[in-house]
């Protein structure tokens, strides 16, 4: 087999896009071509394509394969590398997508910051409140409990909005602060939906 080979370099990227072998079959969910080469010590995991800026860990998160982004933490890999191309952590493409299982492996390890922001500003708790992953939302509560939203919940049912407004908005007495596992409730009673 080719890994067996002293001359293979496993962290050799291909010349158009710079991706890895491990960089591709992360991407693509081949769970057996990944063990394969994380079997070896010298296949870094950190390697990021030349096109996106994007590591397998980064790929794997965005397209669901779970069993290979536990397989990826369980190697020293960064969780909270930031693409070059669309400004986001593996937490923010997970969160963006509602894989919740793939949230939680992320939020067990210690090293990761769920606030490190998108470049608009959104973070993973943002894009899982406006797409309404009620599981992945209750996951980030329960996860991280001192995550709480300053909203003024008379501004949120004026904007007609599907984000709610973050940080302190003093245009009337109607301000409060809501825990994130409430926020879709409160959006939809302010949007005159049913509760």
Known sequence: MLLERADINPNTADTEYGRTPLWWAAGRGYEGVVRMLLERADVNPNTA?????????????ERGHEGIVRMLLEREVNPN??????GRTPLLWAAQRGYEGIVRLLLEREDLNPDIPGPSGETALDFVVSREHSGTVQLLSQSWPSLLIPIDTGKAANIGHNTLPRGNVLNNSKKRTIHISDCGKERKKHRGAPT
Do not use: C, H, I
Not at 49 to 61: C, I, N, V
């Open 49 to 61: 394509d030349t096109e996106y800026g994007r590591t397998p860990l980064s790929w794997a998160a």
């Open 81 to 86: 590398t930031v693409d070059t191309r669309y």
